[in-house]
């Protein structure tokens, strides 16, 4: 019982000694700390974490008993083996730095758009998203290949530079025509910022890790994967041999896509729940649950 005791009075210091700095710093650190791991989950980066984990338990273990040839293999690898990790992990670190910086900031409430170019951007959206179902399902009924990219944070300015800029309003017949076989712009990609089609017949990056895709994939499936390691894009891949519809984002390729399930998944992916008028919000919270009357 003396020493439970002994532990809760260490225990009940500790405490007292916490002040609200400490507070804010252990919350801030926590936070990182939860990013970091949501940054390289799944990735070759969780299985470098680890094998720096047991390293270091190693090395404890080494240092206790006193292991000199161990100890000095160690220590060496601890003075030159980050910088060779930071080399060989590059695109890894430069992607999860690119995911940092498209956070949005918006979401702190610091930045917002205006209420008009929310509705606006909204609109277009919808209509850029009906056009893009309608003319996938016609170009996947036909086999005809089309690639068609959908920037979000992520600029793509060198790609959009490599095509042609267009700079229309998307709808079925205008995809149909950039896609038609043999025609200038129909090996190219389509780029799509802001509800508007901006750009034809741009050429994309290749993937990291060309020779680890499936063999049976093309040219195009192969260059929306490279896209989307490179981006946070949104690129639909119809493809011209079998018809199907295929979504590359985050550097993962989800096959088997039909009219209703492509525009659900862009729906959810692009556009925000719209929220009601302010005024409407305020008569909602006024009168919950009113019934109009028959």
């Known amino acids: 019982m003396g020493i439970i005791s002994d532990i809760g009075q260490i225990m009940i210091s500790v405490i007292k000694s916490i002040s609200v700095a400490d507070g804010i710093d252990m919350l801030i650190l926590s936070y990182l700390l939860y990013k970091g791991i949501k940054l390289i989950r799944e990735t070759r980066a969780e299985q470098l974490i680890k094998g720096i984990v047991l390293l270091s338990v190693a090395y404890f273990v080494v240092s206790q008993l006193k292991l000199k040839t161990m100890g000095f293999l160690l220590d060496n690898f601890f003075q030159w083996g980050i910088l060779a990790v930071i080399i060989m992990f590059q695109p890894e670190l430069r992607r999860a730095l690119e995911k940092m910086g498209r956070a949005k900031v918006s979401s702190f409430g610091v930045f917002s758009i205006g209420a008009d170019m929310e509705t606006d951007l909204f609109n277009k959206w919808t209509v850029a998203i009906d056009a893009i179902v309608e003319a996938s399902s016609e170009l996947s009924a036909t086999t005809t290949g089309a690639l068609i990219v959908i920037e979000r944070q992520?600029?793509?300015?060198?790609?959009?530079?490599?095509?042609?800029?267009?700079?229309?309003?998307?709808?079925?017949?205008?995809?149909?025509?950039?896609?038609?076989?043999?025609?200038?712009?129909h090996d190219g990609a389509v780029i799509i910022r802001d509800g508007i089609i901006l750009a034809a017949g741009c050429?994309?990056?290749k993937p990291q890790k060309e020779e680890f895709i499936n063999k049976q994939l093309g040219s195009r499936h192969r260059a929306a994967i490279g896209m989307s390691e490179k981006s946070d894009a949104i690129i639909i891949v119809v493809s011209e041999e079998t018809g199907t519809i295929s979504i590359a984002e985050d550097g993962r390729l989800t096959r088997g896509f039909n009219k209703e399930s492509l525009k659900k998944f862009l729906k959810a992916k692009i556009i925000p729940e719209k929220q009601p008028p302010e005024k409407e919000r305020k008569k909602k919270k006024l009168f919950p649950g009113k019934v109009k009357s028959k």
């Open 154 to 185: 992520t600029r793509l300015g060198e790609q959009i530079d490599t095509g042609t800029i267009i700079n229309a309003t998307p709808s079925a017949a205008i995809f149909g025509n950039i896609f038609f076989p043999n025609t200038p712009l």
């Open 203 to 205: 050429f994309l990056p």
